[in-house]
Structures are given as C-alpha cells and as structure tokens.
C-alpha cells in the first residue's frame, strides 16, 4: 500500500526566504507526483506535475524534483511571499487510473 | 476556460439521511475523481469514473455511491448519513485520467448533526 509522508508538518518563515518542503513515497512505482496548494476552506490548487520520467519542474519561483528510485520529492520556493501561506499537499499517481495518494501536507507561515 | 464547479458548497443533514453531492468538470474532461478530506484522514479516495464507467474505487463502505451522466457530469450520493461524513468532499477532473493534472473544484462542506 502506497503511504506519502511530508515533512515538516508545519513551517512559519519570515517574507523573503527560500525553503524547501519535503515528500517521502513508500512505493517508487508511481506514474507521476503533483504538488498542490490549499487555502483554509478551499479546495486545491495543482502547482506542478511531475511524470515519472522527468526529474524536475518549475514554474515562477516554484521548483519540484523527483528522485524516484529514493522515493522522494522536494518543493523548492524562492523568496517567500505572505500570500504563499497555505497548506502544501503532494501526491502520487499510480498508473491505473487517475487515483493520487495524499500527505499529510505541510503548513507554511510566511511572516511579513 | 470554466473550473470545476461543485453544488451544494455547503450541506447540513441529520444522522440517517441521504445526500447527493454534484460535480461539473472542465469542458473537455471526461474523467472525474472524488475525494473525501477530514482533519484525521487527510485528502481519500473515494471513486473514479470515466465515460460513465467507474473505473477506480477506495476502501469506502457502499454507502457511498457514484454515477457520471454522458456530458461528464458526476454526482456521488452517501445514504443513512453518520457523524463521522462530515467532511470537505472534493472532485476532480482531468482530461483522461492518466498522467494529467488534475483539476480539483471548491468541494462541498458537508455537516451531519
């Protein structure tokens, strides 16, 4: 059974620094992994999407890898923003159908 | 270009009821996913249908029901209601299922009293 772990489960940053946030997968047979955002009450915001066979994605100040053999993945964001504050969930797409398999998720703070 | 657009946003029932939850996904999507999201569980699948055929299914009881109509649109129904669906019910759409982004719309906030 496929678990996806993130870490840390919670991150407050002051405005302008760059992170990384973190996502563990048990079973390297995945199709594709998707990086998403959540705002309080909403529902998610596709980020990147990474297929099995590539390495990385950006967009804007976004950066995600995967490194499918470890079984992990990394968002990398450059310069916080205050409007960056949200809950950050990564998941995995197995090849059977488009079912994902969730984190937990990582609460980001970013502090003006 | 619509999102995906989800009715009711918000829904009180009483224990013992049942309820229909609806999903319209992006024109051109044919695959529709549903998803349930607690503070315990986090974000589960629920089911996958695709040109009206379920084509993937979570570990969830039979109460929870789903069907797609021809234009993609998806409806999931939960009968005799418990405490613990209450829940952020999501869904999904992408164009083919496999491989693509997936789009999720606003949910549904579903409270059983």
């Known amino acids: 059974k496929q678990e996806v772990t993130q870490i840390p489960a919670a991150l407050s940053v002051p405005e302008g620094e760059n992170l990384v946030l973190n996502c563990s997968f048990t079973d390297s047979a995945i199709y594709n992994l998707q990086w998403f955002r959540q705002d309080p009450g909403k529902g998610l915001t596709s980020l990147l999407l990474i297929q099995s066979s590539q390495r990385e994605q950006t967009s804007g100040r976004l950066n995600a890898s995967l490194d499918k053999s470890s079984g992990r993945s990394t968002l990398y964001i450059a310069a916080s923003q205050p409007g960056d504050s949200a809950t950050y969930l990564c998941?995995?797409?197995?090849?059977?159908?488009?079912?994902?398999?969730f984190g937990e998720g990582t609460q980001l703070t970013v502090n003006p | 270009k619509a999102g995906v657009t989800q009715t009711p946003r918000y829904l009180i029932k009483t224990r013992g009821q049942q309820v229909t939850l609806s999903c319209s996904p992006i024109s051109g999507h044919r695959s529709v996913s549903w998803y349930q999201q607690t503070p315990g569980q986090g974000l589960q699948f629920l089911f996958e249908?695709?040109?009206?055929?379920q084509r993937n299914k979570g570990n969830f009881p039979g109460r929870f029901s789903g069907r797609q109509f021809s234009n993609s649109r998806s409806e999931m129904n939960v009968s005799t209601l418990e405490l613990g669906d209450s829940a952020l019910y999501l869904c999904?759409?992408?164009?083919w299922g496999v491989g693509d982004t997936q789009y999720f719309g606003p949910g549904t906030r579903l409270t059983v009293l």
């Open positions: 999904a759409s992408t164009r």
């Open positions: 998941a995995v797409g197995l090849a059977s159908g488009s079912r994902l398999t």
């Open positions: 249908y695709f040109s009206e055929t």
